[in-house]
């Protein structure tokens, strides 16, 4: 893989549940160390991007090629291994597990950048650095935490896969005010680290805080691509496709 190319590519991906087609072409990349927001109304398709991009759909059509590997046909714990992680909207903690053995359950080895240089490590210490709140509770069982906790602690479980990208799903949604502001310090932290993400996401002020660029989707399709700054810029775009 080439430093020029994505870490992730996606060329006309198209989706469906069933008979219902849900996605239509999509194009677009993500490069390494880049935050890119996927956005988009209720029902744009957002999820279904991503669920996508990592192989969870049973019906799928396109190129995805991750880290110079095409996956377009692979199942997800294959994308997972290559390093792609996904964090659900419906987060999925174990329930019955605590905090650490969740943690554990994502554990990877560590991973090392195409030129050789090492890609970002985490270990349960280094993430409750990131989420001081889980480092708390770390024999608290998943069920007994908050849903901000539960979110944050499905990022953590994630980032135990040592991923080279993560996919984010809807970060901000339905948490508390300062859950959201710690998801946004996170992925900050993140870029500084050398993490790339794509996030899909509705919400304008998280998306501009953390992003630099953003695709808009509308019914399964970009109608719009451009840098972060031009899109909060651009009145005419956010009223069409992301206003409710």
């Not at 849900?22 to 996927?38: F, N, P, T």
């Not at 953390?210 to 775009?237: F, P, W």
Request: some cysteine; overall charge neutral; glycine content about 8%.
């Amino acid at each position: 893989m080439s430093t020029h190319e994505p870490l992730l590519q996606a060329k006309a991906l198209c989706a469906w549940y069933g008979a219902a087609q849900i996605l239509y072409d999509v194009d677009l990349d993500v490069r390494r160390g880049e935050v890119v927001a996927l956005m988009g109304r209720n029902g744009a398709g957002k999820s279904t991007t991503l669920k996508a991009l990592i192989g969870m759909l049973a019906k799928r059509r396109g190129a995805v090629r991750f880290l110079g590997h095409d996956i377009s046909k692979s199942e997800p714990h294959h994308a997972a291994r290559l390093g792609l992680g996904f964090v659900p909207e419906d987060r999925r903690v174990f329930t019955d597990l605590t905090v650490m053995e969740n943690l554990e359950v994502g554990k990877q080895p560590a991973r090392q950048w195409a030129d050789g240089t090492e890609a970002p490590l985490w270990t349960p210490e280094r993430l409750f650095k990131l989420f001081p709140n889980l480092g708390e509770m770390p024999n608290r069982p998943g069920g007994r935490m908050s849903g901000g906790e539960q979110q944050m602690l499905t990022v953590a479980r994630t980032l135990m896969g040592n991923p080279y990208l993560v996919l984010l799903d809807e970060p901000s949604e339905g948490v508390a005010p300062v859950i959201v502001e710690q998801m946004a310090n996170m992925i900050l932290e993140l870029k500084a680290q050398g993490v790339s993400i794509l996030l899909s996401e509705q919400n304008m002020h998280f998306a501009e805080l953390v992003s630099d660029r953003a695709y808009v989707l509308e019914k399964g399709q970009i109608r719009y691509h451009a840098t972060m700054a031009d899109l909060a810029a651009n009145e005419e775009v956010r009223r069409a496709y992301l206003s409710v």
